[in-house]
């Protein structure tokens, strides 16, 4: 009986563990994504001022 417990409790910490692998490894790959976003964003912004400082001349 307590044995089986301990079994049961070790198999729900090593699929814990597995889904805090995935779900740590799915956050860094979004931030990576939103860094990306950023910059492209930034270069956009800076296009655009271009753009409207050039028909404003």
Not at 6 to 12: D, F, I, N, P, V
């Amino acid at each position: 009986e307590e044995r089986l417990l301990a079994e049961q409790a070790k198999s729900e910490v090593v699929s814990l563990r597995k889904h805090y692998s995935e779900a740590d490894s799915t956050i860094h790959r979004l931030h990576s994504e939103a860094k990306v976003l950023q910059n492209e964003n930034e270069i956009l912004r800076e296009k655009a001022k271009q753009v409207h400082h050039n028909f404003q001349q």
